[in-house]
Structures are given as structure tokens and as C-alpha cells.
T-cell receptor, first 115, second 111 residues
């Protein structure tokens, strides 16, 4: 079964550094998402991406965040200047459509630790 | 805005039935979904309700009442492997481009 893959599985970085989290969505999916989950807490929406542009973003997704689809398969999340509170699990997801009956397929996540 | 309320924790014994409730407030309703997440794992899709009533998928069923802004996930014949967090979720925003998750219900299944 096709799956969403994320790399790296774990990233440790120092405060103020830039990080890029990578994702390969399922190949026939058109909608891409980033979520984050602070340990033990809810899954929080960051951004959705369709047709090479952001379709929706949350209040969390401020100017330090950006997303890109640099080629036909990868989808990246960049955090420009990391803060301690950015430490979380970051999940990439993709879906075929936007309807509720088109479920999100999540990758296994990248655990980001900011020291 | 959007908000979803669900209990933080439920405990049940193996073989039993458990119901996890979810109430929601949202503009532009596109249906209610349920996801399961094991510790250290990714959320995985369980079920979806767009219309009122019960949807059954094996041991799991999900119910929706749009007039009450309420739904539940029913897990039957509980197994130890069902111990996980369960999240209700709604599509929101214009065009349904974002899925908002509840805080999750931690299910503990005891022998």
C-alpha cells in the first residue's frame, strides 16, 4: 500500500538554526499538509498546500515557517530560526481530495528537538 | 472558529464495548472523522460520517447527529491492541482545506 514517507525521523538542532523537514506524499494525491504534535497533546494543523500554493494556514504558521514543493515528489517544511517551543513531532499528510471522505494519510513523523 | 470536545481518558476491559463521544462547533461542516494513534505512531484514519446515522467498519462503528453537533466512536470486542488515542476531526475552512482534531481520548484496555 502506498504511504507517506518523512525524513529524517529525528532532527536535533540548536535554537536559531534553520531546519528543513522533508516529505514524499502519496503519488496520486493532490493535497498536502503539515501538522505538529507536542508530546502528549493534540495534533495541530499548520498548513495545507494545493496546486503549488498554500490553501490554508493556521495562526501557528507564522513568518518563520515556509513550505515548498521543489519537484514532483517532495514536499518540505522549513523553519527559519528555530525556537525551543518548536520542539514537537511534525507530521506530513496527503489526501486525494479535500472532502471529508478523503482521509488524511500521515507519514511517521519527524521528531524535532530544539536545544 | 472550530472546536471539538472529547473525554481525555476512557478505561475498559478486554472484550467489552466502549463509546467515545465528540461534540463539535464548526463553520462549514464537511463531516466527522475518527483517527487512531498508537504511542509513537502516526494518526491513522478509522471512519467518516457525512450524514446522520451509524457507519460500521468491522469492530468499529461511528455515529453522527448533525442537529446535535455530536458523534461517537464505538469499539466492540475490545482487544489489548486497541489501547491508543482516538481523535475526532472535522474538515473546516473555506473548501475544507484544513482538518481540525480534537484533543484526543486516551483508551486503556485492561485484561
Amino acid at each position: 500500500e502506498p504511504e507517506v514517507t518523512q525524513t529524517p525521523s529525528h532532527q536535533v538542532t540548536q535554537m536559531g538554526q534553520e531546519v528543513i523537514l522533508r516529505c514524499v506524499p502519496i503519488s496520486n494525491h493532490l493535497y498536502f499538509y503539515w501538522y505538529r504534535q507536542i508530546l502528549g497533546q493534540k495534533v495541530e494543523f499548520l498548513v495545507s498546500f494545493y496546486n503549488n500554493e498554500i490553501s490554508e494556514k493556521s495562526e501557528i504558521f507564522d513568518d518563520q515557517f515556509s513550505v515548498e514543493r521543489p519537484d514532483g515528489s517532495n514536499f518540505t517544511l522549513k523553519i527559519r530560526s528555530t525556537k525551543l517551543e518548536d520542539s514537537a513531532m511534525y507530521f506530513c499528510a496527503s489526501s486525494e481530495k479535500t472532502g471529508g471522505n478523503s482521509p488524511l494519510h500521515f507519514g511517521n513523523g519527524t521528531r524535532l528537538t530544539v536545544t | 472558529g472550530q472546536s471539538l470536545e472529547q473525554p481525555s481518558e476512557v478505561t475498559a476491559v478486554e472484550g467489552a464495548i466502549v463509546q467515545i463521544n465528540c461534540t463539535y462547533q464548526t463553520s462549514g461542516f464537511y463531516g466527522l472523522s475518527w483517527y487512531q494513534q498508537h504511542d509513537g505512531g502516526a494518526p491513522t484514519f478509522l471512519s467518516y460520517n457525512a450524514l446522520d446515522g451509524l457507519e460500521e467498519t468491522g469492530r468499529f462503528s461511528s455515529f453522527l447527529s448533525r442537529s446535535d453537533s455530536y458523534g461517537y466512536l464505538l469499539l466492540q470486542e475490545l482487544q489489548m491492541k486497541d489501547s491508543a488515542s482516538y481523535f475526532c476531526a472535522v474538515r473546516a475552512g473555506t473548501g475544507g482545506f484544513k482538518t481540525i482534531f480534537g484533543a484526543g481520548t486516551r483508551l486503556f484496555v485492561k485484561a
